[in-house]
């Protein structure tokens, strides 16, 4: 198993463009979660789906969409980049009966 | 939301030392889990851990739930243990929307 991959690595936008960050998981996981991490943080919740269909605001939701048209793929969509979005985005997943959450290896996002 | 609070946020060891990292949350918890971040970025998953205690090689961790804390303890540190170590909580009514804590910045020496 790839277990949860990410496309691209690295990215720069111009303030204002757009652009869809990829996330595919091949373990047949139910949940999965986009999260940001700026410097020297912790990590964010933007948005999570338990399941084809189903998605769900988390912490930091704004300026972001998603959908989950299958199970393994979970897109997070930045419609109008600003600066402040500036960081380091993971994808994870996990199973409906487990808990243990499984991340990719990140996008690097800078905005300018 | 649940608040989640990590000391020492960083750590410098001389390799073959032991530590222990703490993780404070503020509310009962559901999900508790432990974290390492590489320097390359890459997320390990070192722990479950929402109540009692588990072994992993030289880690070990234990959360005490009834008093909001969690430890985790590394034995004979190595250099590959260098990173930034993560806790992260959720409590029973959103068991899988992990909080993470700031982190503890470990740095062992060669």
């Known amino acids: 198993n790839a277990g949860v991959t990410q496309t691209p690595k690295f990215r720069i936008l111009k303030i204002g463009q757009s652009m869809t960050l990829q996330c595919t998981q091949d373990m047949n996981h139910n949940y999965m979660y986009w999260y940001r991490q700026d410097p020297g943080m912790g990590l964010k919740l933007i948005y999570y789906s338990v399941g084809a269909g189903i998605t769900d605001k988390g912490e930091v939701p704004n300026g972001y969409n998603v959908s989950r048209s299958t199970t393994e793929d979970f897109p997070l969509r930045l419609e109008l980049a600003a600066p402040s979005q500036t960081s380091v985005y993971f994808c994870?997943?996990?199973?409906?009966?487990?808990?243990?959450?499984?991340f990719g290896p990140g996008t690097r996002l800078t905005v300018t | 939301g649940i608040q989640v609070e990590q000391s020492p946020p960083d750590l410098i060891l001389q390799e073959g030392a032991n530590s222990t990292l703490r993780c404070n949350f503020s509310d009962s918890v559901n999900n508790l889990q432990w974290f390492h971040q590489n320097p390359w970025g890459q997320l390990i998953n070192l722990f479950y851990i929402p109540s009692g205690t588990k072994q992993n090689g030289r880690l070990s961790a234990t959360t005490v739930a009834t008093e909001r804390y969690s430890l985790l303890y590394i034995s004979s540190s190595q250099t590959t243990d260098s990173g930034v170590y993560f806790c992260a909580a959720a409590p029973w009514e959103s068991a899988r929307q992990l909080t993470f804590g700031s982190g503890t910045q470990l740095t062992v020496l060669p």
């Open positions: 994870a997943s996990t199973t409906s009966g487990g808990n243990e959450q499984y």
